[in-house]
């Protein structure tokens, strides 16, 4: 068979079958080939403050497509687990959503008040602020008043230091979309409220498209072959707050949240005078 055949036979067979899944490898392979675009002529402007759309998704608790407001967790259609990310998932106690156990969770944000990272941070009622420069997009987050730098023109280390936000690049694509292409994760902490785990493998590509001035969609692809099968997608909308980026109102404190845990999440105590199991409480 010829050359000039066997390109149009692949022709073809995409036609017919479509575009096959892109795996780990071919996804890791397409970010840091692809060209910064920040000097182009026309960069989608982000700038300002951003909060999630109730009207189009709202908040959700779980990163999967299928099952946001996390009813399945563990059994959702469009999470790719393997046996031991599965096993792990179902072994923690959420603090909120169907499975919510705030009295025995093991989330390591309010345990130890580590960062949320990336895609966590967007399941909380908190908005998140773009700064554009010529080399940088600075992420603020109002939720724990955490941010990232996102380096335009820029490459990842050969080997970087796992961070919790993990090591961010960025450019520009069509005149509307800012991808950040985010590697060097440590694996502490999870990808969302109900507690699917990642590893320190995790690759992350998100693209904030602008589709008007009050309008914000995130298209994002998770990537952790310690964790999942193959690549898969998940999406947030994003419109203009009402209300302006406050400073101090997420703050985590371990005080609060053990404070929080004796007075609230902890069973009652009986008080003097109390029947209990038959007996009065001296």
Known sequence: ????????????????????ALTHQELRAQAPAAKPQSSSAKIPDLSGDWALDNKRGGIG????????????????????????????????????????????????????CEPLGILRVYMYPARTRFVQTPDAVYV?????????????????????????????????????????????????SWLDQLGHPHTDKLHV???YKVVDSKTLELDATVDDPGAYTKPFPTHR????????????????????????????????????????NGQIVK
């Not at 036979?9 to 995409?14: E, K, M, R, Y």
């Not at 991808?179 to 502490?188: A, L």
């Open 140 to 188: 603020l987050h109002e939720q724990g008043e955490q941010f990232r730098v996102v380096r335009l023109n820029s490459k990842h280390p050969e080997d970087p230091d796992p961070q919790y936000w993990g090591d961010s690049i960025g450019w520009y694509e069509n005149g509307d979309t800012l991808v950040i292409d985010s590697v060097g994760f440590n694996d502490r």
């Open 1 to 20: 068979m010829s050359r000039k055949q066997l390109y149009f036979l692949v022709l073809f067979s995409l036609f017919l079958f479509g575009s096959p």
């Open 237 to 276: 909308n994003f419109t203009r707050p009402g209300v302006p980026f406050m400073q101090n109102p997420w703050v985590c404190s371990t005080r609060e949240n053990e404070h929080h845990a004796s007075e609230l999440t902890a069973p009652a105590k009986p008080v003097a005078g109390e029947e209990v």
């Open 61 to 112: 608790q779980s990163i999967s497509l299928s099952d946001p407001g996390g009813k399945l967790r563990g059994k959702e259609t469009d999470i790719p687990y393997q046996p031991w990310a599965l096993q792990k998932t179902l072994s923690e106690f959420p603090p909120t959503g169907p499975d919510a156990r705030p009295d025995l969770t093991s989330d390591p944000y309010i345990a130890y």
């Open 205 to 207: 590509i998100e693209r």
